[in-house]
């Protein structure tokens, strides 16, 4: 099933993780519809501007494959609405600003990122349906401490 032109579902479902513990992660109606939100108005964009496929590590996630890999039970993950991913060739902390910049968001977020070492880390961004308000929050965290990303 196609998310949007260039990503499907099954990207956005995959995981190495939930495969080695036999989960099933299989999203319903609603996390598929904000999968297809996030990707529209969000992974598209980024595509569009970098010229260059991007994979996602992490999309959807059901309850058991979120605990699996150690997230919060308040993960977006859980509901389709947020996405871990990179750039290829990209440093992690332009493509944040440039997400920042340049598009609606809920959450952004530079995960494991040391300054100076561009391939580090990775970009998590979240996306909720345009009635209930994108907070546009961005931050960065080195793995220990979180601020906001300036």
Not at 55 to 81: D, I, K, W
Request: with cysteine; hydrophobic share 35%.
């Amino acid at each position: 099933m196609r998310l949007s032109e260039n990503f499907s579902l099954w990207e956005l479902t995959k995981s190495q993780v939930a495969e080695r513990h036999g989960i099933s992660n299989e999203p319903g109606k609603e996390e598929i519809k904000n999968l297809q939100a996030l990707c529209k108005n969000v992974l598209q964009a980024v595509r569009a501007n970098y010229g260059v496929p991007i994979t996602p590590s992490s999309g959807y996630r059901c309850r058991a494959l979120n605990e699996a890999v150690g997230s919060t039970p308040r993960s977006q993950h859980l509901t389709g609405q947020a996405v871990d991913f990179e750039v290829p060739w990209v440093d992690n902390k332009l493509v944040a600003h440039w997400i920042k910049d340049n598009l609606i968001f809920d959450q952004l977020l530079l995960e494991y990122y040391k300054e100076g070492v561009p391939n580090s880390g990775w970009v998590h961004v979240s996306y909720v349906d345009p009635i209930v308000k994108n907070r546009k929050k961005a931050r960065v965290c080195d793995g220990r401490t979180w601020k906001n990303l300036e």
